[in-house]
């Protein structure tokens, strides 16, 4: 079954940095667009970063210039590289499908707690 484990958040002081990982079991990962989402307390989860199979990212406005996305087809995983960290980036963040071309699964991971705060 589809299975999708993210790790690597924490607290984190404005300005700092964390990288988050997304292991991915359960389905061909090298096959699909896969993206970075997140949800803050009382709003929608959003998409912030997306890259296809073949590499080609992209991101939202709110990120573009300090997030970088990344995979690793060999090890099923999936990077996101957040730097210059803002208060306004505190969330849980997920992984999953591009849900620009494709449906995301309908089970997600538990996602992983990203705090900035001094």
């Known amino acids: 079954q589809v299975q999708l484990v993210e790790s690597g958040g924490g607290l984190v002081q404005p300005g700092g940095s964390l990288r988050l990982s997304c292991a991915a079991s359960g389905f061909a990962f090298v096959l699909f667009p896969m993206g970075w989402y997140r949800q803050a307390p009382g709003k929608q989860r959003e998409l912030v970063a997306a890259i296809t199979a073949g590499g080609s990212t992209n991101y939202a406005d709110s990120v573009k210039g300090r997030f970088t996305i990344s995979r690793d087809n060999a090890k099923k995983t999936m990077y996101l590289q957040m730097n210059s960290l803002k208060p306004e980036d505190t969330a849980v963040y997920y992984c999953?499908?591009?849900?620009?071309?494709?449906?995301?699964?309908?089970?997600w991971g538990q996602g992983t707690q990203v705090t900035v705060s001094s």
């Open positions: 999953n499908r591009d849900s620009r071309t494709i449906a995301p699964y309908s089970t």
